[in-house]
């Protein structure tokens, strides 16, 4: 049985999703299935969303069980236990690959082998290995994406924009020379991950100097106000134009991705909801970081 963790918001779930997946499709037959566990037990964000935006029915770990054993590995995971552990201790001889190193025991203490790889990488090889396999990672990598992008494009799509506010945002997009830019706040602060106005001003600097043209900037991000606030110190005034992005809070902030992806170039962030975006992007002319 082969076991990937789930959890984060919407782009961290979709890259562990397209990791699971991938195994699907390069072992024909096989199933990597998704450890749901943290979702029926938090609600961080906006909880589980793959299914919910966009469809997507992937093989969830809860579904290798009856409700009584489901409801045993629950309690015992609020006892602090983590899924490979309860396996382990019930007969299921497991071991885990970790791509945060010490940091999965963060979600997942696990007393067994642990065996690491390195972060961000694009190795294949580490989803051949034998047995029980537990994996603790985000693999945050294209490469996954791209080796069976018209797969992943096909089963992300995104659900048709109805409302008149996000319609007139796509028109203006699809009709200007339009480039979006991704401004990650929220716990990216608190987690000290969280760009500062100088690390944008580099972007935006490096994007003009290399395209020709006059560009429509549409701003994305989680605190717009801020944005606002410091757009001068960001040299948003060196656009043509520029459009602050708002509104898609408390669930829609997923249609912040979909016209993100509609853009003719994107300013790329250190996000995974943003990346996402830009793999999702069929204009492909998106400007990467």
Request: glycine fraction near 6%; proline fraction near 3%; charged fraction near 25%.
């Amino acid at each position: 049985m082969k076991i990937q963790f789930l959890n984060g918001g919407l782009g961290n779930q979709a890259f562990q999703y397209i990791f699971a997946r991938y195994y699907a499709l390069s072992h024909p037959g096989e199933v990597m299935y998704l450890d749901d566990s943290y979702f029926a037990q938090n609600t961080v964000h906006n909880g589980y969303e793959l299914e919910k935006i966009f469809g997507i029915k992937a093989p969830m770990l809860s579904e290798c069980f009856s409700g009584d054993v489901w409801a045993f590995i629950l309690e015992e995971k609020k006892r602090g236990k983590s899924v490979p552990q309860i396996l382990g201790e019930n007969g299921i001889d497991i071991y885990m690959v970790s791509e945060v190193g010490e940091d999965h025991r963060r979600f997942n203490p696990f007393p067994g082998k642990v065996y690491s790889v390195q972060k961000e990488e694009y190795c294949p090889e580490v989803q051949n290995l034998p047995g029980n396999v537990y994996y603790h990672g985000y693999w945050i990598n294209i490469d996954w994406f791209m080796a069976y992008k018209d797969v992943f494009r096909r089963e992300f799509r995104f659900p048709e924009i109805t409302d008149e506010k996000n319609q007139e945002y796509a028109r203006q997009i699809r009709e200007s020379n339009s480039v979006s830019i991704h401004i990650r706040r929220g716990d990216f602060v608190s987690l000290g991950w969280a760009y500062d106005t100088s690390e944008y001003r580099k972007e935006v600097a490096k994007f003009l100097d290399k395209v020709l043209g006059k560009w429509h900037l549409f701003v994305f991000s989680d605190d717009i106000s801020w944005c606002r606030e410091h757009a001068g110190e960001m040299d948003f005034n060196r656009f043509a134009q520029v459009t602050y992005v708002e509104g898609n809070v408390q669930g829609r902030n997923y249609i912040d991705m979909c016209l993100m992806s509609k853009c003719k170039r994107m300013i790329v962030s250190n996000s995974t909801f943003c990346c996402l975006a830009a793999l999702l992007n069929t204009r492909r002319e998106w400007w990467a970081r």
